[in-house]
C-alpha cells in the first residue's frame, strides 16, 4: 500500500475534524477522495502531506511514517487554496521548488511540465499576473516537478475552464500510465467518475465508504420503462415487486433494480400483464447520484 | 546646532566645550536614529516573515517539500540576517562618511578596532531584535507581533532609564526594576554599549539626549550581560523552531 491510515483523528480543541480515519490505497491508482464541504477531507490529506500533525492514530505514507521528510522527496501536492509567490515568475516559481527538492536535469524536467500544464510561453511573466487558472496550472506544474510516485491533488480543477479540466484529466490518467499514483479531493463527480479506480466517502470527519469505483457503480441499475396499456392496478402490482418504481411526467416509468439479470423478468411481467413495450433503457448509476445516497443520507455537513 | 547656537544664552559660559559636546550630541543622534530606525525596519520585516505566509497559505506548496521546519526557520532568519545587516551597514558607514565629511572630531578620530567593534554591535541590535521578532511571527498574527515588538522595543529604552533614574537617587529596587525591563528587552544595552565604543567620555551628551528622549542607559553592561543577550538571541530562535516544529500548517 502507497497510503495507510490506522485511526488517523485529528482535533481542534474541541472540535473533530477527522474521526478514526482508515485508509488503504494500493499504488499506480487514482484514488477519489470525496465529501461535502467541511467533510475534513483537506485537513486528511494535510496529514498525510505532513502539514499538519495528527491528534491520535497513526500511518504510512510511501512506506514512511506520516510527516517523515524523506517521503515528500517522491510526492507531489496541490493544495486547495493554492497561493504562490506571486513577485516571482513562472520560471523563478518552478526553479525555486526544483531547488527545494534538489532536482537533477531541472532545465528538463521545467520544460516538460510546463509542456504537460500547457504553461510554454508563459513561464516569464510573473505569477501574480497569472489569472486563476494559470495560477492553478503552475501549482499543477510543481506539483509534478520531482515526477511523484504520489500526486495528492486538492481541488486541482476548481478555477480551470472545460478546456483546463479535460487537459488536467488526460495529465491525470497520464500519470497513472505512468505508474504513479493520484490521490484526488475533487467536487466535480464527473471528473472524479471520468478518472478513479476507487474512491472513499467522507462525512463529518469519518470515512462511510470505501469501494472500486466500478464495484460502486454496478451495485444498482436504473431502467427507464416506455410501454402503453399500464393500467393503475398493474402499476401498483409492479410497485409492490419494486418499491422503487416511479412513475414521471411524460408517462414513461423508471425503476432501480440491483441487477441486470432481473430486467428479462420485468419485461416478462409486463407483456404477461398485458403492457406493450415499447422501449427498456438500463442506466448505469452515477457517482452524483451514488454520492447524493451515501452522503445525502448521511444528513447535513457539519 | 554647531553652526547655530555656539554663541546663544544657552551656550553661555560653556566657552570652548560647547563645540566638542555639540559635535558629541549630533554624533550620538546620528546613531541613535539610524539604530532606531534599522530596528523598525527590522519589525517590519520580521513580524510578518512566517506569520503573513501561515496566514496566506504560500507556506503549504513550500513545506510540502523534502525540508525540516527548522530549515525554513533558518532559511528566513539567514535571509532577514542578510537584508538587514546589509541596511544597518548602509546605515553605519553612511554616519561614518558624512561625519568624516564634515570634520566631526567624534568620527575622525576613531580608531580601526573602535570602528569594528561599534558596527559589530550596531549590527547585533537588529539580529537580535530579529531573534525576537521571529519567534513572535511564529505565535502571533503579523499586525498583533508588530505591534508587540515595538512595545519590547521601546521598553527597553524605559528600562535604561529607570536604571539610571535608580543610580541618580540611590535606590536598588528603580535600579532592579531597571535591569529586569533590560533582560526583558535588552535591546538599549546593545545600543548603548556600542555608544560607549562610538563616542567614548560624552556623559555630558549622554544625560542630554537621554533627558530629551526618555532613554538611557546606567552602568556599562558586563561581558555576562552580552552572554545572556546571546543566550536570549539563541534561546528565542529555539523557541521558534520548537513552536513552528509542531505547528498546524492548516
Given amino acids: 500500500m502507497i497510503i495507510e491510515t490506522h485511526a488517523l483523528t485529528k ?248 441487477d441486470y439479470e432481473e430486467i428479462p423478468s420485468l419485461a416478462a411481467s409486463l407483456i404477461s400483464r398485458g403492457a406493450t413495450l415499447y422501449e427498456l433503457t438500463p442506466h448505469r448509476e452515477t457517482l452524483e447520484t451514488v454520492f447524493m445516497q451515501i452522503v445525502g443520507e448521511e444528513g447535513p455537513s457539519s | 546646532m554647531l553652526n547655530y547656537f555656539p554663541n546663544t544664552s544657552m551656550t553661555h559660559g560653556m566657552g570652548n566645550q560647547f563645540r566638542p559636546f555639540a559635535i558629541q550630541m549630533v554624533t550620538k543622534m546620528g546613531f541613535q536614529f539610524s539604530s532606531m530606525l534599522i530596528a523598525l525596519l527590522t519589525i517590519m520585516l520580521g513580524s510578518g516573515a512566517i506569520s503573513s505566509e501561515l496566514e496566506s497559505g504560500l507556506i503549504q506548496g513550500v513545506l510540502a517539500r523534502p525540508i525540516h521546519r527548522y530549515q525554513y526557520i533558518f532559511g528566513k532568519l539567514g535571509g532577514l540576517v542578510i537584508l538587514v545587516c546589509t541596511y544597518a551597514t548602509l546605515l553605519f558607514s553612511s554616519i561614518l562618511v558624512i561625519g568624516a565629511l564634515f570634520g566631526l572630531s567624534t568620527i575622525t578620530s576613531l580608531t580601526f578596532s573602535q570602528i569594528m567593534t561599534g558596527w559589530l554591535l550596531y549590527l547585533l541590535l537588529p539580529v537580535a531584535v530579529l531573534c525576537l521578532t521571529l519567534f513572535g511571527s511564529v505565535s502571533l498574527k503579523a499586525v498583533s507581533n508588530g505591534i508587540l515588538m515595538i512595545f519590547i522595543y521601546i521598553l527597553g529604552s524605559v528600562g535604561g532609564m529607570v536604571e539610571m533614574i535608580g543610580q541618580y537617587v540611590n535606590n536598588n529596587s528603580i535600579i532592579g526594576t531597571g535591569i529586569f525591563i533590560s533582560l526583558v528587552s535588552p535591546f538599549q544595552t546593545i545600543y548603548s554599549t556600542m555608544e560607549r565604543v562610538m563616542v567614548p567620555n560624552s556623559e555630558l551628551a549622554a544625560s542630554a539626549m537621554s533627558a530629551a528622549s526618555l532613554s538611557g542607559s546606567g552602568k556599562p553592561a558586563s561581558l555576562w550581560m552580552f552572554v545572556y543577550i546571546a543566550i536570549y538571541m539563541l534561546g528565542f530562535v529555539a523557541l521558534a523552531i520548537r513552536k513552528f516544529s509542531s505547528k498546524d500548517i492548516t
Fill in chain 1, 11 to 258: 482535533n481542534y480543541g474541541n472540535k473533530t475534524a477527522c474521526e478514526q480515519i482508515n485508509l488503504s490505497v494500493e499504488a499506480g491508482q487514482v484514488y477519489g477522495f470525496l465529501g461535502r464541504n467541511g467533510a475534513g477531507k483537506s485537513t486528511c490529506i494535510k496529514m498525510l502531506t505532513g502539514l499538519v500533525f495528527p491528534t491520535s492514530g497513526s500511518g504510512t505514507v510511501l512506506g514512511k511514517p506520516l510527516g517523515d521528510v524523506s517521503a515528500r522527496e517522491k510526492m507531489g501536492y496541490l493544495p486547495e487554496l493554492f497561493r504562490y509567490q506571486d513577485w516571482m515568475t513562472g520560471l523563478d516559481l518552478l526553479n525555486f521548488h526544483a531547488q527545494l527538492i534538489k532536482l537533477k536535469s531541472k532545465k528538463d524536467q521545467i520544460s516538460r511540465v510546463l509542456k504537460l500544464v500547457g504553461l510554454v510561453g508563459q513561464e516569464n511573466y510573473k505569477v501574480g499576473s497569472y489569472s486563476k487558472g494559470m495560477q492553478q496550472r503552475i501549482g499543477l506544474a510543481c506539483a509534478l516537478l520531482s515526477n511523484p510516485q504520489l500526486v495528492f491533488l486538492d481541488e486541482p480543477t476548481s478555477a480551470l475552464d472545460p478546456i483546463g479540466r479535460k487537459d488536467v484529466r488526460d495529465i491525470i490518467v497520464a500519470l497513472k500510465n505512468e505508474g504513479a499514483t493520484v490521490f484526488l479531493n475533487s467536487h466535480l463527480l464527473s471528473e472524479v467518475e471520468a478518472v478513479c479506480d476507487s474512491v472513499t466517502f467522507i462525512h463529518k470527519g469519518s470515512v462511510i465508504k470505501s469501494a472500486r469505483m466500478d464495484e460502486l457503480l454496478m451495485t444498482k441499475i436504473s431502467l427507464t420503462i416506455r410501454a402503453k396499456g399500464i393500467t393503475e392496478d398493474l402499476f401498483s402490482t409492479l410497485s409492490k415487486e419494486h418499491e422503487s418504481l416511479q412513475k414521471l411526467a411524460d408517462g414513461s416509468l423508471t425503476v432501480s433494480l440491483k
